[in-house]
Antibody, heavy 117, light 108 residues
């Protein structure tokens, strides 16, 4: 059974940093691209970042370029999102999602990030 | 930037057919994908590559695409189909990956 479990969310002050993690199981992690998708409270879904299987290519939505870094450790079956210079508008539930030929075919339950003073 | 446009809400009675549209300029060249999100839950893929249904998704869910519009159809909608539905696709260069704004389906 495919499982994706996010962790690392919490309350952080504007300008602060946070690192999200996603633990994957039930599939061969190194064969899949992975993505982060977020959802602000009461709002729709927004794709945030994507990383290919070996980590050599990474893509970001314009609003997080230069502030967020996606990475992965295939030996640990883990995906990460390092977030810097956080803003109030980054407040959201962050989902980890599996992607290969089919984007976001499995999702985790999400972790809530709240940016507030 | 690229945008996909969905109606904010659709309402049907149980057993009726619900149709949710998604319009985007690149849809003639790019696949549409559809996700169902029930309240308080993570999204679930219900249609991929315009028309294909993942295993475990009921047959009443179907997809189609023509020109700049993709459509998710729920034939004989059930109360348990009440959810927000999001389309997803990319622009023609695949540099912008976007979700539509979402459609709230009410079955009552």
């Amino acid at each position: 059974e495919v499982q994706l479990v996010e962790s690392g969310g919490g309350l952080v002050q504007p300008g602060g940093s946070l690192r999200l993690s996603c633990a994957a199981s039930g599939f061969t992690f190194s064969r899949y691209s992975m993505s982060w998708v977020r959802q602000a409270p009461g709002n729709g879904l927004e794709w945030v970042a994507n990383i290919i299987q070996d980590g050599s290519d990474k893509y970001y939505v314009d609003s997080v370029k230069g502030r967020f870094t996606i990475s992965r450790d295939n030996a640990k079956n883990s995906l990460y999102l390092q977030m810097y210079s956080l803003r109030a508008e980054d407040t959201a539930v962050y989902y980890c999602a599996r992607t290969k030929d089919i984007p976001f075919d499995y999702w985790g339950r999400g972790t809530l990030v709240t940016v507030s003073s | 930037s690229y945008e996909l446009t969905q109606p904010p809400s659709v309402s049907v009675s149980p057993g009726q057919t619900a149709r949710i549209t998604c319009s985007g300029d690149a849809l003639p060249k790019k696949y549409a994908y559809w996700y169902q999100q029930k309240s308080g839950q993570a999204p679930v893929l219900v249609i991929y590559e315009d028309t294909k249904r993942p295993s475990g998704i009921p047959e009443r869910f179907s997809g189609s695409s023509s020109g700049t519009m993709a459509t998710l159809t729920i034939s004989g909608a059930q109360v348990e189909d009440e959810a927000d539905y999001y389309c997803y696709s990319t622009d023609s260069s695949s540099s912008h990956r976007v979700f539509g704004g979402g459609t709230k389906l009410t079955v009552v």
